[in-house]
């Protein structure tokens, strides 16, 4: 889906499910959390402050969407933020893009590139083939449809 499909589209996402046991690790506790984006259930690890909140929020990126962490008592929802480092540092540029609003700060880290094809060549055509060749089929090559593939890349809303 291209990042200008993406704006038109509303972010259908589940509320953060607490679904692993507690760790007590002394000054946080820790514990896996899951929730919907769409079709998809993502998981990740939440780490909570022991005190008294709401405290910042830190979301820590790696090939997923952020999750709705706003909403928890925990958190302080005017002081939350995203980093991003290699996949992750991808998805926070795209997750600024289409949501500009969606954090108040952001750090983005050793990242992959912030145009889709580089990340193509790099990445996908040596690992999964048989993707890029799909995506050809369907949607020509970079060279033969430059535009579909500029709408992919946060750097062309950057």
Known sequence: MSLPARFERPVRG????????????GAYTRREVTYRSDETTASGVLLEPVGDGPFPA???????PRPRLRELDVVDPDRVAMFGRSMGGGVTLNALVMEPDVVDAAVVHASVSSDFVDNLRQFTEPNRPERVEAMRERWGSPEESPEFYADLSSRTYT
Request: aromatic letters at 0%.
């Open 14 to 25: 589940g509320r953060l499910e607490r679904v692993g046991p507690v760790e007590d690790r």
């Open 58 to 64: 830190v979301v820590l990126n790696h090939g997923s």
